[in-house]
């Protein structure tokens, strides 16, 4: 049985999901793109960090959208714009893009204690690594 099956159940069961709407946009990208060959568990762990806001979440959609209308088999496009991205990034947002190009390509993520990040930014990482455990578990 395809661990995509369980995904929402055992996100829903362990009371990942912020609020409707965060649940709401994890949902909808999710029921869209499962079916796709690109669809891993990494990308399914980005989509969960991408749905806790619109701005992410639009973000999201567009980069879901060129894989789909290129056809694409893989993540690797994605990857390397997430790369891109992470360029022009500074402050909390710098950490939310590392984060998630290493949900992306099953990487470790490891957060100094020494860095700066507002008290927001800390809790969305520590629930975007529990959930990224969830999925693995599937």
Known sequence: MSWKRYCLEALD???????AMHRSRFKELFDCYKNYTFFTKGLCKCIYLSAWDDEHFCIMVEML???????EEDTTEMSN???SLLEEQTGDDYYVFQLSIALLNDLS???????????????L?????????I???L
Not at 13 to 18: N, S
Request: net charge negative.
């Open 125 to 133: 990482i520590r629930r975007a690594l529990q959930t990224s455990e």
């Open 81 to 83: 714009k997430g790369d």
């Open 65 to 71: 959208n060129e894989l789909s209308l290129g056809h």
């Open 109 to 123: 993520f490891h957060l100094p204690e020494s860095v700066s990040l507002s008290p927001d930014t800390r809790y």
């Open 13 to 19: 069961e362990e009371k990942m999901f912020e609020n």
């Open 135 to 137: 999925i693995d578990q």
